[in-house]
């Protein structure tokens, strides 16, 4: 079944739930902007300050939202809807949004619609030309979530599995910060990875083989810690360690996803969150589905990381759908997408 974006209005996406303020516009399906600001002073922390995120927020906001309407030639009083992310993220960050859009919704008169963070990411994959058709098998892998999907339509989803420790990017920032690299150290470890042999170490493939799709990313950065000790006085590039750390995550996504597919006999992939702009990720992704004749989407990097496209995009998927909320919504800095399906 495909997605029917005809006719969905013209939405403006909002998200603040982490360290991106950022703003959209989509018109019947298309996009029309999108401004995405990231908060780079964190940096120098090692990870987002709660209170300097919120505050950032408070700044951004408005101006990004201009800036969407102008990138788009749009006035405020042609926008349908207002979606924004009240769920999951970090309180006084989702704070800032979700009041914006309750503001806007209010002033408007449109409706609001609240959109959970993951669930959007899922959708992300609808910003390209080409589509996936539902059913579909998703991995979402982001700093906070590494999810498996079985996705029915919007709204219905199956657990297939997570990790139970770890998320995916949170091991790519916490060994890159034992390499010495900046927070976020995903790119940075995509960027060096490439220069390094990823047979250098094998490090090990936490769940790969057992009989079910949950992960465990936590083993592998105590085996990056205890190899760098081990070798601390001895000569070794850092690309390698980054290219063999990176190869075990992605052997370990990528095996686990095929097979959840085949299990479900869907022929559509998607792969959505901050990690899935891995380019390893990527081309080990699309390769085994060439080899199988199934079809892999990931939208482009920028759309990967947060974005208020996606917020806007799953914004028209609701609308279409009359799922919309009152201006009692409250921010959740936790909200599961979705029961866990027992087997
Ligand atoms: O989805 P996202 O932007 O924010 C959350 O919702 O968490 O994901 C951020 C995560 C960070 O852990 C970052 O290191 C990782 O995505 N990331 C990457 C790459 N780009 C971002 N990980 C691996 N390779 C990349 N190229
Ligand atoms: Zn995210």
């Known amino acids: 079944m495909s997605f029917d974006l005809s006719r969905s209005g013209t939405i403006l996406g909002i998200e603040t739930s982490c360290d991106e303020t950022s703003a959209a516009i989509l018109c019947n399906g298309e996009l029309a902007s999108v401004v995405v600001s990231s908060q780079f002073f964190h940096e120098k922390f090692g990870g987002v ?4 995120a919120s505050r950032a927020h408070v700044r951004a906001v408005l101006p990004i939202m201009r800036e969407a309407l102008n990138r788009a030639g749009m006035e405020l009083d042609v926008v349908d809807g207002v979606a924004v992310t009240f769920a999951p993220g970090l309180m006084g960050s989702l704070l800032i949004g979700l009041n914006f859009a309750k503001g806007l919704s209010l002033g408007l008169d449109i409706p609001l619609i609240g959109i959970h963070h993951i669930e959007a990411h899922i959708f992300s994959a609808l910003l390209e030309k080409e589509k996936p058709q539902l059913p579909f098998v998703a991995l979402v892998v982001s700093g ?6 079985l996705v029915k339509d919007v709204g219905k989803y199956q657990v297939l599995g997570e990790t139970l420790d770890d998320a995916a990017g ?3 920032d916490k060994v890159g910060k034992m390499l010495g690299l900046n927070y976020p150290a995903g790119p940075e470890i995509d960027r060096l990875a490439r220069e390094g042999n990823s047979e250098y170490v094998k490090f090990p493939r936490a769940m790969m083989n057992e009989a079910n799709y949950d992960f465990s990313f936590s083993g592998i950065k105590t085996s990056v810690l205890h190899w760098l000790k ?5 000569r070794f590039e850092l690309a390698d360690i980054a290219a063999s750390f990176q190869r075990a995550v992605v052997e370990v996504l990528v095996t686990k996803t095929m097979r959840a597919a085949e ?3 869907t022929t559509e992939i998607v792969c959505a969150g901050g990690v899935s702009a891995n380019s390893e990720l990527r081309e080990r992704f699309r390769a085994e589905c060439a080899r199988r004749r ?5 939208p482009r990097p920028l759309f990967s990381t947060d974005n208020a496209a996606m917020i806007a995009m799953l914004g028209a998927l609701k609308l279409k759908r ?5 201006l009692s919504l409250t921010a959740l800095p936790r909200l599961p997408l979705a029961e866990r399906s027992t087997p």
């Open 49 to 52: 300050v709660p209170e300097l």
């Open 322 to 326: 009359g799922i919309v909320n009152d």
């Open 230 to 234: 081990k070798h601390a006085a001895e």
């Open 263 to 265: 299990e479900h006999e």
């Open 170 to 172: 949170e091991a790519f």
């Open 144 to 149: 906070g979530h590494t999810l498996l999907l």
């Open 294 to 298: 199934m079809r892999f989407f990931v």
